[in-house]
């Protein structure tokens, strides 16, 4: 059984910093690809940042390039969000995921954790 547990979401003014974690257990983390997700009521799943097995490649949608970065730490099973000039409009629920990714479709991932809010004020 994968189990994937969030933590880091909290309330922020604009243009400050957020760092997001995923622990991950039941599996070795090394042999997955990651991603991060993120929802706002009413509205599809969002693809936000992946990051190949191995940490070489990583990948952002166009909205967060240059203000986030997703990194992770095999040895650790964590996968982390560090997100830099946060703005009201990142506000949502934000999800990690595991599986056969890479990619910017939620079908690419078999295992999802239970999300943890970030919420932006102006």
């Known amino acids: 059984q994968v189990q994937l547990v969030e933590s880091g979401g909290g309330m922020v003014q604009a243009g400050g910093s957020l760092r997001l974690s995923c622990a991950v257990s039941?599996?070795?983390?090394?042999?997955?690809?990651m991603a991060w997700f993120r929802r706002v009521p009413g509205k599809e799943r969002e693809f936000v940042a992946a990051?190949?097995?191995?940490?070489?490649?990583?990948y952002y949608a166009g909205s967060v390039r240059g203000r986030f970065t997703v990194s992770r730490d095999n040895l650790k099973n964590t996968v982390f969000l560090q997100m830099n000039a946060l703005k009201p409009e990142d506000t949502a629920v934000y999800y990690c995921a595991a599986g056969r990714g890479p990619g910017r479709t939620p079908s690419n991932y078999d295992w999802w954790g239970q999300g943890t809010q970030v919420t932006v004020s102006s």
């Open positions: 990051i190949t097995s191995g940490g070489v490649g990583t």
């Open positions: 039941g599996r070795t983390l090394s042999t997955y690809p």
